[in-house]
């Protein structure tokens, strides 16, 4: 088995408000993609590709709108990306956008998928694919990724700008023309999604450059030990990281994925300890959640329980700890999944009759 990929929430675009304007219900999307709602405010999270994938399907099939991943590229734009977007603007010219788009995707954004330049006689195709097999979403996929293809020639080339193609994989383009109407271009099917253009437009400079001066959020590390973390991270939105719930989503048993964390050094239950003593110091070192707070976030029963197991992880308590490294955040965090009374960058609590966690080093 190859590693899963991996991928930022941001790059499902501002998917409540578009699928509650189709009258469709974003809770149920959540729940039929066995994905927790509070993943809407935390943008920065890893996700699976392949949960990516089956959510914005999930979308498409709720609102009944084919055309939907394109309305989620083009309003969330290569603004939406983060770091990537910040990459694209600081260029000098299209040529050293789209290289640096390639270079740096796989480390800032996602991972098992490939977007870069390739040559067709005196085409540039500006193209994108996902390496990892995964079945079901791939065209829904593949249009929310050509939005944002299309969002950074246009930075450049301006916003009215239509590539000589725009192709898509499949059999069949469900809503064409709607989907068209929203990319402002023709759109055709073939083997492999790209804009293809004229190859001298790769030297067009940056109408308005910006200094690649914010913080960008930790790389996604490669492996399945950092892929395991990712997932515990997620689940801990929830209040419920489990060995089971994480070989489900991996599509492993139990002992297969306990093998594999072994054949990597490791096992789930220190894994889980890591991502509890990382997620404990992110959040005191932000000076302003109560430390009752962390605990239920957390998964604790109470302050105390989380007061002994930070003393076990640091040797200080939680208010020493913090008073010796308060700062401020390192980067900001928007909220892509923008609708009515959202708060973005709030870390959610646990969920609501989560049972909590008393043995922060056992595995729940």
Known sequence: MNEPGLTRACTMGPIVATVEAAGGSIARVFRRAGMPLALMDA???????????????????????PALPARLAVATGIGGLGPIGRHVRACATLGDALAQVEAVTPALLQTATWTGLRREGEDAVYGYAVTEWIEAGRQTNEMLALGYLLGTVRHFLGPRWRPRRAVLTGAILPDRSEAERIFDCDLGLGPRAGLHFDAALLATPNPAPDRLLAATPPPPKAGLTACVAGLIELALLEGRPSIDGVARRLGLSRRSLQRRLEAEGTGFAPILQGVLRAQAETLLAGGTTPIGRIALDLGYADAAHFTRAFLGWTGVAPRTWRHLHATSPSFERTGPFAGPGRSPGKMPGRRPGAPPRDDPFGIP
């Open 43 to 65: 943008p920065d999270r890893l996700i699976l590709l392949r949960d990516q994938l089956r959510l914005v399907d999930g979308a498409v099939r709720e609102s009944g709108d």
